[in-house]
């Protein structure tokens, strides 16, 4: 199935479906599945795991909907499964207030684990109306949407993640801390 004929989004609503997202070697089996569908040899293979503990974690993703099986075939009397993403993007619940951000603390262990040179982090800190803020939020999404349409399977994996937000005073955090 190729990647256009996707859904554009899966919204994660269960606890299952966000217990499934949350683990750091099934996000990167997503990654893996981001762009044409695979088999759990190829993914193990690209995620350097086991082929049992690929499969193992393509049956949680399965099960919570987030990958699904688009093509099978049969090699030496055995049935390979492809599978792919279940839609182009995913969108996960607000954590609230105090709850993990699941997708940051996973792209934060990917960045730590690339190599440095090939890095570029940047922070920065803006002042700026609602308004502002808003037109700036909706271009770094429609800027991730048009790389990500020109993306190219046969190239090298790139992440991209961006937050933007408005951190707490000072004043609010050492509140709630009391």
Known sequence: MPTEDLPETFHVTTDEQLRAVSNLTRH???AVLRFEPATITQIAG???LAKGSSSYHVRLLERAGLV???RTRKVRGVTERYYAMAARSIALPDPGQGGPDVLMRNAVADLEASPVEERQVRMTHLRLTDE????LGARLRALADEYRELSDPSLPDASLVFALFHPVSREQAEGDSK
């Open 28 to 30: 990167r089996i997503m």
């Open 68 to 70: 699904k099986v688009v």
């Open 46 to 48: 690209r995620v350097g």
């Open 132 to 135: 502002q803020f808003a037109e």
